[in-house]
């Protein structure tokens, strides 16, 4: 019988932001702070893989934002999301912020993002409708 061990990495985040770096890739981030968390990606790079998911709902929106450089905000963000009875609730066609909305997001929302080293492609979820967005 063959087991099953998973490499992957954790991260709980209680700070307001996140600057996840490349040699986090393979992370999994839990949001934990009801206050929001500002998470901006670093600059493309083939093969980076990053997952977000709400621990403590929040009550002022959290944000994703994928960049270009690192810095600025670029629309190279593809990929559905999912919420509520499994409606798309957001699918990014070059945008760059993905959003857990405020008093709506509830612990277990997620969103996986993967890289090709130019854009960012993303899968994603949430329990009730209108929990997440992308712009």
Not at 23 to 29: G, K, V
Request: glycine share 8%; aromatic share 8%.
């Amino acid at each position: 019988m063959v087991g099953f061990r998973s490499t992957a990495k954790v991260v709980t985040v209680t700070a307001s932001t996140l600057a996840p770096t490349a040699a986090q890739s393979d992370c999994t981030f839990l949001l934990d702070r009801a206050g929001g968390i500002a998470v901006t990606l670093p600059t493309p790079a083939s093969g980076l893989e990053y997952t977000f998911i709400i621990l403590t709902a929040p009550t002022t929106t959290s944000t994703i934002t994928s960049t270009s450089n690192g810095t600025d905000a670029a629309n190279i963000t593809y990929g559905p999301c999912y919420s509520g009875a499994g409606d798309a609730a957001a699918n990014a066609a070059a945008e760059d912020v993905f959003s857990f909305i405020l008093n709506s997001a509830v612990t277990g929302a997620r969103v996986h993002y993967i890289c090709d080293g130019t854009n960012w492609y993303i899968q994603g979820g949430a329990t009730l409708a209108a929990s997440i967005t992308v712009a």
